[in-house]
């Protein structure tokens, strides 16, 4: 890299626009959307679709709600040419669907264009030519004038053609490419000529696109120009402003926002961004922003999982994990602090009645578009005590206390340190039955046991116990259950503990729902262990909870 790049590059100038209105406004509504995934995202891939990816394609865009999509370039391939045609004669298109194709101001390309959309209801025909001083002086080495004659030549071509086929519902679209480098008042003057010829009104719909084909400077200054091209346009409410924007500097999400502050009423992009360099503006981002501000989009992605995995296949690109809203990993924490966060959010959300979403980190509601909470907590090295205790709460249903859950931590970092990767769910779980129980060969199995009351007001304990070495019957009186099993257990094992905390849950709301019991013993010097008990009887998963704390001699306190 230059240590002096303004030798090679030039800063974008913004234009004049001291009264802007756009900063003071906020989006309260969805614009009108466009998806060119079949035809902008398809000649950005490496091997374009071919027709039975573009139906796939075609029928989950459907899906998800679009009524106006771009799904050609007809005059430029015979692929596509052919899907035009298998859409319109399987009579694919929905009556409230417009399909758009694209054509440059050729008059060739303009007349294969429309062979390809006849007998459909409804078309947009969407022309473009270069406009931008680059592209006129160093491409195509025209004028203004030149620009400006092949624009309006294109488009009264367009409008005869669309004159003698009244069976179809026409639009049509103009964009001068590419409008955000482009001179402004160039920009506006080329398509007040187009408009001319045009005559936009209800009966003949007009979109004027206005592309930021290519980022040359912060969305700020884009919305400016969008601002200053709708005060400026004298046919402003009889066209419908859209606009195009690209991410080759990474902003074309705020781009097309500030265009819509800006005065702009549609948007064309793709799903996930697919398109030429870094891609289109991403839809699904967009439409998940105004969500996220309680702003129906008008699109469903309800089950974002399937959309993924199908965009995946036709495009032949993976969706990046992190992506906005859409990633595998776009609702998944693994900082132990964002992990208590979440938790904590999450508790308190099963407390309130309110139907508010107000959650640490996670800006919507991962069920809304079809994804579990079993993703949104994963535990690795980062994590903190919370990760592995919501793991075990959301797919076990143990509410571990505070302090086993500061132990079993220290466990879970250990392991994923001398690992160094991510700790499963069936290894958390497998981990945690290790140190605490509950499980089927714990080393001391409680077999059965029954109390009697005493006179005293205490209580007797009679219980079998399957050790290693046999059958061992413990028997017990204290002031209640764990203290008669406390002094039977440590009369038959010869051990020396005292029993320092105990807390116990159901694990579900029914009457025979099963009851977890945790208990924390210590011995005289300090050290201390956790045992776990699970039992349609809460008494004898307290038991099993208490054998599964002990050592097996006290040589194994620790």
Excluded at 301 to 309: I, L, N
Excluded at 404 to 433: C, I, K, P
Excluded at 507 to 536: F, H, V
Aim: glycine share 6%.
């Amino acid at each position: 890299m230059l240590l002096n790049p303004s030798q090679k590059y030039a800063a974008f100038a913004p234009i004049a626009l001291p009264d802007r209105q756009w900063p003071d406004k906020t989006l309260t509504h969805a614009p009108r959307w466009l998806s060119t995934d079949l035809r902008d995202g398809n000649q950005a891939l490496a091997e374009p679709m071919d027709i039975p990816r573009k139906l796939r394609f075609w029928e989950l865009l459907l899906k998800c709600g679009f009524k106006e999509i771009e799904v050609a370039f007809p005059s430029a391939s015979e692929t596509d040419f052919q899907f035009v045609r298998q859409l319109i004669e399987e009579q694919r298109i929905p009556d409230d669907v417009t399909i758009q194709v694209l054509t440059q101001a050729r008059s060739d390309l303009i007349e294969r264009t429309f062979a390809s959309l006849e007998g459909a209801k409804c078309a947009t025909v969407h022309l473009y030519n270069a406009t931008a001083p680059l592209f006129r002086q160093l491409v195509f080495r025209q004028s203004k004038e030149d620009i400006i004659q092949l624009a309006v030549s294109a488009t009264r071509q367009i409008r005869a053609l669309c004159e003698a086929n009244p069976q179809t519902r026409w639009r049509y679209e103009y964009s001068p490419e590419t409008f955000c480098f482009t001179e402004p008042e160039f920009a506006l003057q080329i398509c007040e000529a187009v408009a001319d010829v045009w005559e936009p009104s209800s009966a003949r719909p007009m979109i004027v696109n206005l592309p930021a084909t290519v980022e040359v400077n912060t969305p700020n200054v884009y919305a400016d120009q969008i601002e200053y091209f709708c005060r400026h346009f004298s046919r402003r409410r009889e066209v419908c402003i859209s606009v195009h924007p690209h991410n080759d500097r990474g902003s074309g999400v705020a781009s097309a926002e500030l265009a819509l502050l800006a005065g702009a009423d549609r948007v064309e992009g793709c799903l996930f961004g697919n398109g030429e360099r870094t891609g289109n503006v991403c839809l699904v981002t967009l439409a998940m922003n105004l969500y996220s501000q309680g702003i129906s989009p008008q699109l469903d992605f309800s089950d974002m999982k399937q959309v993924v995995e199908l965009v995946e296949q036709c495009n032949q690109l993976p969706v990046h994990p992190r992506h906005p809203y859409a990633g595998k990993l776009a609702f998944t924490a693994f900082s132990g602090s964002h992990q208590d966060a979440i938790k904590k959010g999450f508790h308190a959300r099963e407390q309130s009645a309110s139907p508010r979403w107000e959650m640490p980190y996670l800006p919507v509601d991962p069920n809304d578009i079809g994804c579990s909470y079993e993703a949104v907590i994963r535990v690795n090295s980062q994590s903190g005590k919370s990760g592995a205790a919501w793991m075990l709460e959301q797919n076990h249903g143990l509410v571990l206390p505070r302090a086993l859950q500061q132990d079993f931590s220290r466990h879970v970092q250990a392991h994923t340190d001398r690992e160094g990767n991510e700790m499963t769910l069936s290894a958390l779980w497998q981990l945690y039955r290790e140190l605490y129980g509950p499980h089927q060969h714990a080393p001391r199995q409680l077999l059965d046991y029954r109390t009697e009351s005493q006179a005293d007001g205490g209580l007797a304990l009679w219980a079998r116990v399957q050790t290693a070495e046999g059958i061992v019957t413990l028997e017990g009186k204290g002031n209640g259950l764990l203290s008669a099993a406390a002094g039977a257990i440590k009369a038959s094992f010869n051990l020396t503990f005292a029993i320092e905390d105990y807390h116990e849950h159901t694990l579900g709301r029914c009457s025979e729902s099963r009851s977890a019991a945790y208990i924390r013993c210590s011995a005289k010097q300090g050290m201390s262990r956790w045992g776990t008990g699970i039992d349609n009887d809460v008494s004898r998963a307290s038991l099993q909870a208490l054998l599964n704390a002990l050592p097996e001699s006290d040589a194994g306190w620790k």
